[in-house]
């Protein structure tokens, strides 16, 4: 038995195989050895949501997910779920509603509410708040980012939503 | 932070788990990791092997069995608890709870085994397993034993589980009369909960017995003693009063660690308006049920 261990698994639809050492977190093997810097570490023990991925569908706190975990399933990062240019429906509608400012918190919050409408597409006021209670934001107050997620839910905004001029910016996917 | 290196285990059968972690040098077993792998990354404890048990088949089950208990997979989520049929026809009070352990992301991969095991104070299982009565099944290298719940926890992060013994199943009597829970939470973790169950004879009116634990103000679950002596026998609606009679004693007989979420006398009020808001339920679901 060894400390060396070969993974295969899905991210963002393209299949990847590599050995990682069994004590890798999804998060190091994400950012550091496969490149994609948009999930963030924040407070590295599964309270701020910063680091959510989702993992066959379910968010999870990649920070504190062993790598080797992800074998045979299916990984989401935030750069899976933005278009290769321009932002999704709920990136829009977060720019639209001002639920963003230092952005950091950004990816994990879009992720959270992508897990949240793909198994519920119209949750009530109270799911959006219990489900995204575990996702902290320390600009906003919260109450943007959950008029963004009424919204979505309320389905007003749409994938071919225009932004504001004032609110355009050269969105440009980067990945490594 | 990193964990320091372990080497890693896939098991299919308890057998294989359990002897896996019973290898020389020090093993454990994971599962959902979402307390374990914390310490590991804070390195306050180490490991030389972990044992991944998620795929042995069975642990994961959640079924009335044919003595009218309620039987819960150790590796149960706290997801998969509380959108549980089973659970939310019988105790929908537990399903509840589980649908409100820590967040979404923990639910999704923590296991209510693994709670137990790391034996938490400010954790919402143990209280509610003390009041509903449960054992939790161990099996080790020499076979199993069943533990109650409340004898499960011996301090902060210290329970009787040995090393090499799984927690493969927690059982406990479908309750046969209200059961309540109440939290009062900063940030993440309760500082105070009380859990409460009543157990009643079918179509009566008064209570054969009350089961009544408060948590997260010691190191582990405590009963609340003179308000279950109090309840047994009662009639529902005197319940409340009854309470409030001997109230102040109970309190005082807890044993109550003072920290930054408060001072004794603060966290041993919290514990008597929740237990009065439970009765309050409770008396409210006898209504209801009539």
New interface residues.
């Given amino acids: 038995?060894?400390?060396v261990?070969s993974i295969s698994f899905s991210l963002n639809g393209q299949p990847v195989e590599m050995e990682i050492?069994?004590?890798t977190?999804l998060i190091?093997l994400i950012r550091d050895r496969i490149g994609l810097k948009g999930t963030k570490r924040s407070c590295?023990?599964?309270?701020c949501?910063a680091c959510?991925m989702l993992l066959n569908g379910?968010?999870?706190?990649s920070c504190?997910?062993?790598a080797?975990?992800v074998d045979g399933k299916e990984v989401t990062t935030i750069e899976g779920v933005t278009p290769l240019s321009g932002l999704s429906r709920i990136q829009k509608a977060f720019v639209l509603h001002g639920g963003l400012q230092c952005g950091f918190c950004t990816p994990g919050f879009i992720m959270?509410v992508t897990?949240l409408l793909n198994a519920n597409p119209h949750p009530t006021d109270e799911e959006i708040r219990h489900?995204l209670?575990?996702?902290l934001c320390r600009c906003t107050g919260y109450v943007k980012i959950f008029e963004a997620v009424k919204s979505l839910a309320a389905k007003q905004v749409s994938e071919n939503a225009a932004l504001p001029a004032a609110r355009q910016r050269k969105f440009r996917l980067e990945t490594s | 932070m990193l964990p320091t290196p372990f080497e890693f285990e896939r098991t299919s059968t308890i057998v294989d788990a359990v002897s896996a972690v019973g290898q020389e040098g020090e093993g454990m077993f994971y599962s959902g990791g979402t307390e374990l792998l914390l310490a590991l990354k804070m390195r306050v404890i180490h490991t030389e092997r972990l044992v991944d048990i998620k795929g042995i088949p069975g642990l994961d089950r959640i079924v009335l069995n044919d003595a009218n208990e309620l039987e819960i997979g150790s590796r149960c989520t706290h997801k998969r608890i509380a959108g549980d049929s089973v659970i939310r026809e019988h105790v929908p009070a537990l399903a509840s709870l589980c649908a409100n352990v820590a967040n979404v992301r923990v639910r999704s991969v923590g296991t209510i085994g693994g709670n137990l095991c790391f034996g938490e104070p400010h954790a919402d299982p143990p209280t509610m397993l003390g009041a509903l009565d449960a054992r939790l099944v161990l099996q080790g290298p020499d076979g199993t034993r069943s533990v109650h719940a409340d004898d499960f926890i011996r301090s902060e992060l210290e329970t009787v589980r040995e090393p090499d013994e799984l927690m493969v199943v927690i059982v406990f009597p479908r309750p046969t009369g209200p059961v309540t829970y109440r939290r009062f939470k900063h940030g993440e973790r309760p500082s105070v909960n009380v859990g409460m169950a009543w157990s009643m004879e079918a179509g009566a009116h008064s209570i054969k017995s009350a089961r009544v634990r408060v948590g997260a103000l010691g190191s582990r679950p405590q009963p609340l003693k003179a308000v279950e002596g109090v309840l047994k026998g009662l009639p529902v609606d005197d319940a409340h009063r009854a309470i409030q009679s001997v109230l102040a004693e109970a309190l005082d007989e807890l044993d109550i660690n003072e920290d930054r979420h408060g001072s004794a006398d603060y966290k041993r009020h919290l514990a008597g308006v929740l237990l009065l808001r439970n009765a309050e339920e409770a008396v409210a679901m006898r209504e209801r049920a009539k």
């Fill in positions: 038995m060894t400390n261990q050492p069994a004590h977190l190091d590295d023990m599964e309270v949501g959510t379910e968010p999870i706190s504190t997910t062993l080797v975990d959270a897990a489900y209670h575990g996702n």
